[in-house]
């Protein structure tokens, strides 16, 4: 089985893209399933196979504890981390050939706190990758793409799960813009000359180091445009994915 994480921040299309891809991987003969990790979430594009809302209720949590709402979808969070026999058990009576798992709407609930990588660890699988979306909305300046490159490069440090950057939502900006962020995605002396521009002084020289710093991890930010309302893009993260998960299946081999 592969599962598929899906992480990005609030908003980025987590949701309807795994709604879509999972019909896009049906629509080639594959066996897919949909785990749905958002403990909050009211309305889905998709009918979950797996669902947590079936273990824990964000409602209850703020009724009982009297939380707030962030309070509960934290607590729910560390909650659903108890509950994963009872998921796993659920998927392998499943036993699809592609876990697609949509994580919480608020990305640090799942990324930034010790259940979402206990989750991703103890979720069965042979092979797992994550798949990380740069909403093209708020990729659309250099300073924010920076911010974001961040957020991944951070995804990529607490999970240690082979990684493919997205840009989502690629329909909302003209193809021009589209192909200049997917520029400043390879080429950083060229994201670092549109800082130079936007900024100066200290702001400039703290932007540029950071910048720096990131291209030294050496991480691979080629971006992967996708539409989930277009449909563009699926077919490359597809071969994408099946590349990456050959790549694990040899090393695992050796
Ligand atoms: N135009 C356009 N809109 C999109 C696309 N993907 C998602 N949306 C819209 O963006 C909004 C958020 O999409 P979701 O799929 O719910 O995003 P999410 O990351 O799951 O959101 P949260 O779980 O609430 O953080 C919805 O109104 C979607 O219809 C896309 O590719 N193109
Ligand atoms: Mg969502």
Redesign the pocket.
């Known amino acids: 089985m592969h599962v598929v994480f899906v992480i990005?921040?609030?908003?980025?299309?987590?949701?309807?893209?795994?709604?879509n891809f999972s019909l896009f991987l049906k629509s080639k003969g594959i066996d897919v399933a949909c785990l749905n990790l958002?403990p909050g979430?009211e309305n889905l594009?998709y009918t979950p196979d797996v669902d947590v809302r079936a273990y824990v209720d964000v409602f209850q949590l703020m009724e009982e504890y009297k939380l707030g709402p962030n309070g509960a979808l934290v607590a729910a969070c560390d909650l659903i981390a108890m509950q994963i026999d009872e998921l796993n058990r659920e998927v392998d009576e499943l036993a699809p050939e592609y876990l697609i798992v949509?994580t919480?709407?608020?990305?640090e609930l799942f990324a930034f706190r010790a259940s979402g990588p206990l989750i991703a660890s103890e979720l069965k699988g042979e092979q797992k990758a994550i798949l990380y979306?740069f909403d093209a909305v708020f990729s659309n300046n250099p300073l924010s793409f920076v911010s974001n490159m961040f957020l991944s490069a951070a995804v990529y440090v607490r999970f240690a799960i082979p990684q493919l950057n997205l840009l989502?939502?690629?329909?909302?900006l003209s193809p021009e813009r589209v192909e200049k962020i997917l520029d400043w995605a390879t080429g950083v002396p060229r994201l670092e000359a549109e800082i130079a521009q936007q900024l100066s002084g200290e702001s400039y020289l703290l932007s540029k180091d950071l910048l720096r710093l990131i291209n030294r991890i050496g991480l691979n930010f080629s971006l992967i445009p996708?539409?989930?309302?277009?449909l563009t893009g699926y077919v490359d993260v597809h071969a994408q994915l099946q590349r990456l998960f050959a790549r694990e299946e040899e090393e695992s081999e050796q």
């Open positions: 990005g921040t609030a908003g980025s299309g987590k949701s309807l893209f795994t709604a958002d979430v594009p949509d919480p709407g608020q990305m979306l989502s939502k690629v329909d909302m996708v539409s989930s309302t277009d």
